[in-house]
């Protein structure tokens, strides 16, 4: 009985440290080389987050990120609670792709791996720094 349970809690530990392992996202070897999400019409999109209206990050089911460049504004991306991806009849999502984001079709221009986005507030403030400075560099001084 003992050896029963000693056994059930190596397989218990061994279970635990593989499934924390899993949790932890897929980093690429490079970053910016175009690539496809496979499955993408059978679940194989996790998460996505907008980038204004000209590109999108998307997260795949293994935790590993992707940016799509947008062709032209896509208006109602940016606030977008759900989106639909075009596939183009294939199982997996690539720069021929597109999204639809309310009644807006908005067609890819390029899909590349990519690190996670930094959190929107970060990014807001980011941008705000730049504009600032790029505001100082144009002023004329007195």
């Known amino acids: 009985m003992k050896t029963v349970i000693s056994i059930f809690g190596a397989a218990l530990t061994a279970f635990v440290a593989t499934s924390s392992q899993a949790a932890k996202p897929k980093e690429w070897a490079e970053y910016g080389v175009e690539a496809k999400i496979p499955f993408a019409n059978h679940g194989g999109i996790r998460n996505f987050e ?25 208006h109602n991306l940016s606030h977008a609670n759900g989106l639909a991806f075009d596939t ?55």
Do not use: H, M
């Open 50 to 74: 907008a980038n204004g209206d000209r590109g999108i990050w998307i997260e795949d089911r293994q935790r590993r990120w992707y940016y799509a460049r947008i062709i032209g504004p896509c």
């Open 88 to 142: 183009r009849g294939a199982a997996s999502l690539d720069k021929f792709g597109g999204v639809i984001a309310g009644r807006d079709y908005c067609q890819f221009d390029s899909l590349v791996t990519a690190e996670k986005p930094l959190p929107r507030k970060e990014r807001i403030q980011i941008r705000k720094e730049v504009r600032a400075e790029a505001k100082k560099a144009v002023a004329p001084d007195d």
